[in-house]
């Protein structure tokens, strides 16, 4: 027995040290400049841009790790990562295969623009996605090569109108590479404070549960996945679907910096995506559609005096509109927003019409403002084009109603600036629907 207990301890020990040696030649070559240059030649080949790379080394603790320091992808702009640590699953490298378990990436400056122009030169013309079946193909969407758990340390995101976004987070997959839950905070940028939290149904469900705290306020609902069906050609997309209901969220905490408007927001909103799974990036951004039904309590609209609007018949600036009801719906394609149904009031003031937010901020649309003036209860209406940005919005009467306004004002004294203008903008929608134009 005691021969016995020292043959183990002996192959114990043995095996320890060639762990050791191991490691420790893995230190030495990983840690030459010889394949830190290999390393950066590879991926620039494989991204099309210059790739420089401060240190690639092996770490033992607190679990052994493949970690990449100083990681500058020279794009324009440039796309950083302080540090990135992958730790293998042991299971999977024993049996052969390299499969990351672990993936923590810290200090990292993340631009969309580069990330789509990275993403579309990895994708290969006659490819589409990794995760994509082929024509033919029965198997369903293998998410097997995904991290079984991702962290994110001072993650900063820049958007494509340059505003930045820093995050903390932590998402872990199930066996099926689904998400099994997620937490996010967001620590610095426009929305900071804000946290979410995503946590699967059941297991073998594509099916979430997600809470977004925001603004003072909640919005959560349920998410849900639909995968293609194999064989058939009609159910080939990946279809989103999912039901939020916000309650007491700050407007302006959505919209920060900027503050068009100001007020308790309550909505119910449906989301779906119907998603090709060999589509490029861009196309799936593209996908995604909302409707949302809101109404805001307690509303002031920054930038514009409304009343003031009606008076100067379009030509007034700045100021703020205090609103008893604000309410509508809002539509979302891609990047683009559309407002319709629009209805706001506030005392003798009342509002309706629809704008559109463009990608850019800029705005579109059309709003129809009835006043009532004097003690005879006249009602004064003006059709105002909306224009400007989200920061600066502007209205001006449309070329139909600027017209109306001037007959009304130098022609017809008696039929008054404000109702002339109504007349005008009737005549001159009047002719379009006649002309096509």
């Known amino acids: 027995m005691r021969r016995l207990l020292r043959l183990l301890a002996l192959a114990t020990a043995l095996?320890?040290?060639?762990?050791?040696?191991?490691?420790?030649?893995?230190?030495?070559?990983?840690?030459?400049?010889?394949?830190?240059?290999?390393?950066?030649?590879?991926a620039s080949a494989a991204l099309g841009v210059p790739v420089k790379l401060s240190q690639v080394d092996v770490d033992i603790w607190p679990l052994p790790a493949v970690v990449l320091e100083g990681l500058d992808i020279q794009a324009k702009p440039a796309l950083t990562l302080e540090r990135i640590?992958?730790?293998?699953?042991?299971?999977?490298?024993?049996?052969?295969?390299?499969?990351?378990?672990?993936?923590?990436?810290?200090?990292?400056?993340?631009?969309?623009?580069?990330?789509?122009?990275?993403?579309?030169?990895?994708?290969?013309?006659?490819?589409?996605?990794?995760?994509?079946?082929?024509?033919?193909?029965?198997?369903?969407?293998?998410?097997?090569?995904?991290?079984?758990?991702?962290v994110l340390d001072g993650v900063t995101w820049v958007g494509e109108q340059g505003g930045r976004t820093t995050v903390s987070a932590q998402s872990d997959l199930d066996e099926d590479g689904w998400p099994a839950s997620a937490q996010v905070e967001i620590t610095d940028g426009a929305l900071a404070g804000t946290t979410?939290?995503?946590?699967?149904?059941?297991?073998?469900?594509?099916?979430?549960?997600?809470?977004?705290?925001?603004?003072?306020?909640?919005?959560?609902?349920?998410?849900?996945?639909?995968?293609?069906?194999?064989?058939?050609?009609?159910?080939?997309?990946?279809?989103?679907?999912?039901?939020?209901?916000?309650?007491?969220?700050?407007?302006?905490?959505?919209?920060?910096?900027?503050?068009?408007?100001?007020?308790?927001?309550?909505?119910?909103?449906?989301?779906?995506?119907?998603?090709?799974?060999?589509?490029?990036?861009?196309?799936?951004?593209?996908?995604?559609?909302?409707?949302?039904?809101?109404?805001?309590?307690?509303?002031?609209?920054?930038?514009?005096?409304?009343?003031?609007?009606?008076?100067?018949?379009?030509?007034?600036?700045?100021?703020?509109t205090e609103l008893d009801t604000l309410a509508g719906q809002v539509a979302t394609r891609g990047q683009t927003i559309t407002l319709t149904n629009l209805v706001a009031s506030s005392g003798v003031l009342a509002a309706t019409g629809e704008v559109t937010v463009?990608?850019?901020?800029?705005?579109?649309?059309?709003?129809?403002?009835?006043?009532?003036?004097?003690?005879?209860?006249?009602v004064v209406g003006v059709p105002l084009a909306v224009g400007g940005t989200l920061d600066e919005p502007s209205v001006t009467l449309t070329r139909a109603a600027l017209l109306g306004a001037a007959i009304g004002t130098v022609i017809a004294p008696g039929v008054g600036t404000g109702a002339g203008a109504n007349l005008g903008d009737r005549i001159g929608e009047g002719l379009k629907d006649l002309f096509g134009k």
């Not at 297991?203 to 849900?224: E, N, S």
């Not at 997309?237 to 919209?255: C, D, K, M, N, S």
Request: net charge positive; no cysteine; aromatic share 4%.
């Open 15 to 42: 095996f320890l040290l060639l762990g050791v040696g191991v490691v420790i030649a893995l230190h030495q070559w990983t840690g030459s400049d010889g394949f830190r240059q290999r390393v950066e030649r590879e």
């Open 85 to 150: 640590e992958a730790r293998p699953a042991w299971g999977a490298l024993l049996a052969g295969r390299l499969q990351v378990h672990t993936l923590v990436v810290r200090e990292a400056v993340l631009p969309q623009a580069t990330l789509v122009l990275l993403a579309a030169r990895l994708q290969t013309p006659d490819k589409g996605p990794a995760a994509a079946p082929a024509d033919g193909d029965e198997e369903g969407l293998d998410l097997g090569w995904l991290p079984r758990r991702m």
């Open 196 to 320: 979410a939290r995503l946590q699967r149904d059941a297991p073998g469900q594509t099916a979430w549960t997600l809470r977004v705290d925001v603004g003072g306020g909640t919005v959560q609902g349920p998410l849900k996945v639909t995968l293609p069906v194999a064989g058939d050609p009609k159910a080939r997309h990946i279809v989103f679907e999912g039901e939020l209901q916000t309650r007491g969220v700050e407007v302006a905490a959505l919209t920060a910096p900027s503050r068009p408007l100001t007020g308790e927001l309550e909505a119910q909103t449906t989301l779906s995506a119907r998603i090709d799974p060999k589509a490029g990036t861009a196309a799936i951004a593209d996908a995604l559609r909302t409707q949302t039904r809101f109404t805001v309590n307690g509303a002031v609209l920054q930038g514009l005096d409304l009343a003031a609007a009606v008076l100067s018949v379009g030509l007034q600036r700045g100021g703020i």
């Open 358 to 378: 463009a990608p850019s901020r800029a705005l579109s649309g059309r709003v129809r403002v009835d006043m009532t003036r004097g003690a005879g209860g006249q």
